[in-house]
């Protein structure tokens, strides 16, 4: 007798437990549902908003202005300010709209930034060669200019569906030599302000120790949002770490996946 009762409360515990999961699942769709309504809302507002600024907000799509949106907490306010420099910026920076290779010839001949293949999740996979990097070979503007490139790149070339892309900074053999304080301060001034909400993570690999000094400088330049992207990865555990996120079959060879890098202007 006793066994039956315990029997019949263990299997209403679990219809009780069961019937809460499925009212957790329904009160999360519908907090999905209400967080969409109110970021399609807040996106036609903002639009409205930086068209009436400036006519030529029109020829952005809505996942443009969303991700502008997203990087400053849905504050349409900020992020009108925010889309508004960046429409300027790109008009000055980027007249022709694209920056051909011959601009940047060379910041191109050191082939420090690749792409191949994807995540898990569908994302294109970017690599870029610190110790590649020549800071008396070309000027701070050319090398803003090859940045810009660089994401024009990877952003026309984003799979359907996907807004975001996963970086490898390699700072194998990177030395003071290749220290250049100021293009890395430009890099993520055009990152952040420019291309908000396209960098899904950021993994940091092969990482000199004398890199952390200069780590620290950097360091307060990169606004919270990004600093949660990134991940420094010990060199034992480089291959274990990618394959958490990257298949076997799209991992870079360097690495000991299968496909070979390929440098940006190649891509």
Known sequence: MEKQKAK???EEEEEEMEFKDCEDEEEKEDKIE???EIERSKVGIMRALVEREDPSAKDVDDLMIRRFLRARDLDIEKASTMFLKYLSWKRTF?????ISESEISTQL????LCMQGLDKQG???VVAFGGRHKPTKGNLEEF???VVYGLEKICARMPKGQEKFV???DLEGWG???SDIRAYVASLSILQDCYPERLAKLFIVNVPYIFMTVWKVVYPFIDSRTKKKIVFVEKKKLKSILLGDIDDNQLPDIYGGKLPLVAIQDC
């Open 94 to 98: 980027v007249p022709k709209g694209f």
């Open 34 to 36: 209400i967080s969409d």
């Open 167 to 169: 970086g490898i900074g």
């Open 8 to 10: 019949e409360s263990k």
């Open 123 to 125: 994302r294109p996979i």
């Open 109 to 112: 001949a050191h082939n420090k």
């Open 176 to 178: 003071y030599s290749n």
């Open 144 to 146: 803003k200019r090859f």
